[in-house]
Nanobody, 124 residues
Framework: QVNLVESGGGEVQAGDSLTLSCVFS????????LGWFRQIQGKDREFLAF????????LYADSVKGRFAISKDNAKKTVFLQLNSLRPEDSANYYC?????????????????WGQGTQVTVTS
């Protein structure tokens, strides 16, 4: 069993930055992968970024490449998502998710565990 807890959301102004954190408990396998998604009410979850726990490989959605950055702290079992140059359209509930299998990093259905989400609101 893996539990994920996100934090770091809040209300910011356009152009500001935020760092989201996701702490997980439970065993971390080398094949473990963690992703960040966001969801606007009434829409599907959107993939943002992925990091391989053992490999450190990072992957990004084209929509956030160059603005968002994913990183990890193995000792603290924490994954971060740095959000830069925020825009009002980045307002959403942000989730981290863990993938213990070998499914596509891009699809939400490939992830076994989800956090409760943290809300980010960007005002203009």
């Amino acid at each position: 069993q893996v539990n994920l807890v996100e934090s770091g959301g809040g209300e910011v102004q356009a152009g500001d930055s935020l760092t989201l954190s996701c702490v997980f408990s439970g065993r971390a396998y080398t094949s473990f992968g963690l992703g960040w998604f966001r969801q606007i009410q009434g829409k599907d979850r959107e993939f943002l970024a992925f990091i391989g726990w053992g490999s450190g490989i990072t992957l990004y959605a084209d929509s956030v490449k160059g603005r968002f950055a994913i990183s990890k702290d193995n000792a603290k079992k924490t994954v971060f998502l740095q959000l830069n140059s925020l825009r009002p359209e980045d307002s959403a509930n942000y989730y981290c998710a863990a993938q213990t299998g070998s499914g596509s990093y891009y699809y939400a259905a490939s992830y076994n565990y989800w956090g409760q989400g943290t809300q980010v609101t960007v005002t203009s």
